[in-house]
């Protein structure tokens, strides 16, 4: 993922930066670098893994839309004629 190796990169730019101006990153810091890195791809991970638990419990209610369509069109053409008009019906009054 871009999002890990931008931490790293950041890691590695923090780690520089400190040697740079003479200073050295305590290992306490380098611990704590490395613990906040290491939560924050299980974190990454664990978002990943329920998006993908979403998306494909989307995709099978989709699917199970459509064969409903595919099987009663005129049930479909019906229920959407009738939101519709309840929806213009709302509209038309929240006007006056």
Not at 4 to 18: Q, V
Not at 39 to 46: A, I, S
Request: proline share 1%.
């Amino acid at each position: 993922m871009d999002i890990k190796r931008e931490l790293e990169d950041l890691k590695h730019n923090i780690t520089g930066a400190f040697s740079k101006s003479g200073e050295v990153l305590s290992d306490k810091s380098k611990i704590l670098l490395d613990n906040t890195i290491e939560t924050f791809n299980e974190r990454v991970e664990q978002i990943t893994e329920r998006v993908e638990k979403i998306t494909d419990a989307v995709k099978e209610k989709s699917q199970n839309i459509d064969d409903n369509v595919r099987d009663n069109p005129w049930k479909a053409a019906g229920a959407a004629l009738a939101l519709g008009l309840l929806a213009g019906f709302l509209i038309s009054r929240s006007k006056d």
